[in-house]
């Protein structure tokens, strides 16, 4: 038990749109990451948010988008959503942007 | 460009005998080294990272891994495997402890499936 949760844990959506997946980071972990694992890979990192202000990211277009709220959750917003975005998010959150990454159980996203 | 790759996409062993996965890295300085195990339906958990220092790293449940630097690599192992260690397992490459503001870079990950 990581003291990470992310929802939801399944979400379906037809391409075009837009989904929010959000995340709750262990209480008192100021840093937030969130990676994208398309079945058969490895995670890819998307950003890193550290106190409200993305501070890293990784290559993906702008249509990802994160916010990182003061009590410790956040949120990862893709818009125009495209059939290879179907795949799990991962959150990870940690005490510093170096610090130890804990991480949630990820959200699966379909995209029809 | 930092990469990572697994060469092993499933590897079997049988409960009891002993576990090796090997990963190979490119990196353009001195990097952080990972190994993140994930079970089905869960997120990753670390297994043991390495900067600097000795060699052989000792992580948890029983994993060890050793660093080489002339062969870029560092492979997983542990002695006598258990069912429950059945699961996919990442080696990761970074900047810094835990990634920092560059992320981590993963391998496509091994397969481990243990037989009774």
């Known amino acids: 038990e990581t003291g990470v949760t992310q929802s939801p844990t399944h979400l379906i959506k037809t391409r075009g749109q837009q989904v929010t997946l959000r995340c709750s980071s262990q209480s008192g972990h100021n840093t937030v990451s969130w990676y994208q694992q398309a079945l058969g890979q490895g995670p890819q990192f998307i950003f890193q948010y550290y106190r409200e202000e993305e501070n890293g990211r990784g290559n993906f277009p702008p249509r990802f988008s994160g916010l990182q709220f003061p009590n410790y959750s956040s949120e990862l917003n893709v818009n125009a959503l495209e059939l290879d975005d179907s795949a799990l998010y991962l959150c990870?959150?940690?005490?510093?942007?170096?610090?130890?990454?804990?991480f949630g159980s990820g959200t699966q996203l379909s995209v029809l | 460009a930092q990469s990572v790759t697994q060469p092993d996409i499933h590897i079997t062993v049988s409960e009891g005998a002993s576990l090796e996965l090997r990963c190979n890295y490119s990196?353009?300085?001195?990097?952080?080294l990972f190994w993140y195990v994930q079970s089905p339906g869960q997120g990753l958990q670390l297994l043991l990272k390495y900067f600097s220092g000795d060699t052989l790293v000792q992580g948890i449940k029983g994993f060890e891994a050793e660093f080489k630097r002339s062969q870029s690599s560092f492979n997983l192992r542990k002695p006598s495997v258990h069912w429950s260690d059945a699961a996919e397992y990442f080696c990761?490459?970074?900047?810094?402890?835990?990634?920092?503001?560059?992320?981590?870079?993963f391998g496509k990950g091994t397969h481990l499936i243990i037989q009774p």
């Open positions: 990196y353009g300085a001195t990097p952080y």
């Open positions: 990870a959150s940690s005490l510093l942007p170096e610090g130890k990454l804990f």
């Open positions: 990761a490459v970074g900047a810094r402890s835990g990634g920092g503001a560059d992320g981590l870079t």
